[in-house]
């Protein structure tokens, strides 16, 4: 499991692997996705192995900002995955793992091979462990309607569990993901357990005790998840900023509702959220549970008493566990081991009801006029 401890460090090989040999590699199946800067295909590798998702960076227009992106994600993949993180040059050379990595957390959608062309307009290609499943996004929609897109309370434990510890390794080793949203998020569900993935807008801070830097060249992700610090402060960022997000996540799996900062563009939301807009908290009552959590990780954050205001990873832990005594003395990978399996039997209940709930639809004759 995840833990603010250094993962072993493993060794990358570095050959040469020119870009026209990737189907010589690797079989492409379906399009899983696409968006501004590629797609992403699934694969299997040529000589036989479980599916990989191979993410093709390439945008002829704003090709400076798909480098960009590729060259932040591998950094920060490798990153969490080693002592000798990859700095990407734009030349042939290939780092290939066969398997995941030593030490890759299995909280996190990790790199098992990257490579990327000559030419200026040529792609780099990320190699990444594939998701069977929906992403946090797409699993609302399969709930029945009278669930109104409400994610269980045993499954938003069991997620912010996971996702605060993830949090608190990633930063451990100076990794802000600083694009935290539902849609970045998934279910994998052939190992039954949440995964974060999309490192493209990550930022890198000092490891071990430094939280905050001025080294992240992009405003952040999307702006209804984008804490308040990253409109204040431009390219400063915290540790915390992800803490936010994650705030905004747990927001909308709570109450079924899509969060939308107010503001017609991105000034007018820059402009509200840094004067103190967030979610609505006034229907959830005083002292309840869910209402002191989401104050902690929506507390502003400021400069002047280094983001003090607002939760840390760790303190979201600490708290979730005042909800059993046992967990007092459990490891954390005991406490999630708890709250697992309750999650999971809630949300494939609601999943199922969602799928009967279809079926019922689409077998009942249609109203004729």
Not at 190 to 196: C, G, H, I, P, R
Request: proline share 7%.
């Amino acid at each position: 499991m995840a833990s603010a401890q250094d993962p072993p460090a493993y060794q990358a090989s570095a050959v040469r692997f020119p870009e026209k040999q990737l189907t010589d590699h690797y079989v492409l199946h379906e399009l899983l996705g696409q968006g501004t800067f590629g797609a992403v295909f699934r694969a299997t590798p040529k000589g036989g192995g479980e599916s990989v998702a191979v993410k093709v960076m390439l945008s002829v227009k704003r090709l400076d900002d798909a480098e960009k992106q590729a060259r932040s994600e591998v950094y920060a993949l490798s990153r969490l995955s080693s002592d000798t993180p990859l700095f990407v040059q734009r030349d042939t050379d290939r780092h290939t793992w066969q398997d995941a990595p030593p030490g890759c957390a299995p909280e996190i959608v990790c790199m098992r091979d990257y490579f990327h062309g000559q030419g200026q307009e040529s792609p780099f290609y990320i190699v990444l462990r594939y998701v069977n499943g929906p992403t946090l996004e797409e699993l609302a929609r399969e709930f029945p309607a009278a669930q109104q897109s409400r994610f269980p309370p045993e499954f938003i434990l069991y997620f912010l569990w996971r996702t605060a510890r993830t949090l608190e390794y990633m930063h451990a080793r100076g990794i802000l993901h600083n694009d935290l949203k539902p849609g970045n998020i998934a279910w994998d569900d052939n190992a039954q357990e949440s995964v974060l993935f999309d490192f493209g807008l990550s930022c890198t801070t000092g490891v071990g005790g430094k939280q905050l830097t001025d080294r992240c060249m992009s405003t952040g992700g999307t702006p209804d998840y984008t804490a308040p610090e990253m409109w204040l402060y431009k390219f400063l960022r915290h540790q915390k900023s992800d803490v936010w997000s994650l705030g905004i996540i747990v927001w909308e799996l709570l109450t079924g509702n899509e969060y939308r900062a107010p503001g017609q563009d991105l000034q007018e939301i820059a402009q509200a959220v840094s004067q103190g807009a967030r979610p609505r908290l006034e229907h959830i009552p005083e002292g309840n549970f869910w209402r002191t959590l989401l104050e902690g990780m929506l507390a502003p954050a400021r400069l002047a008493d280094n983001f003090d205001d607002r939760a840390a990873p760790r303190d979201i832990l600490n708290f979730l566990r005042t909800m059993d005594p046992r967990y007092a003395t459990m490891s954390d990978d005991k406490v999630e081991e708890e709250l697992r399996e309750p999650a999971i039997a809630a949300l494939y209940a609601l999943r199922e009801a969602g799928a009967m709930e279809e079926a019922e639809q689409a077998q009942s004759p249609r109203e004729t006029d």
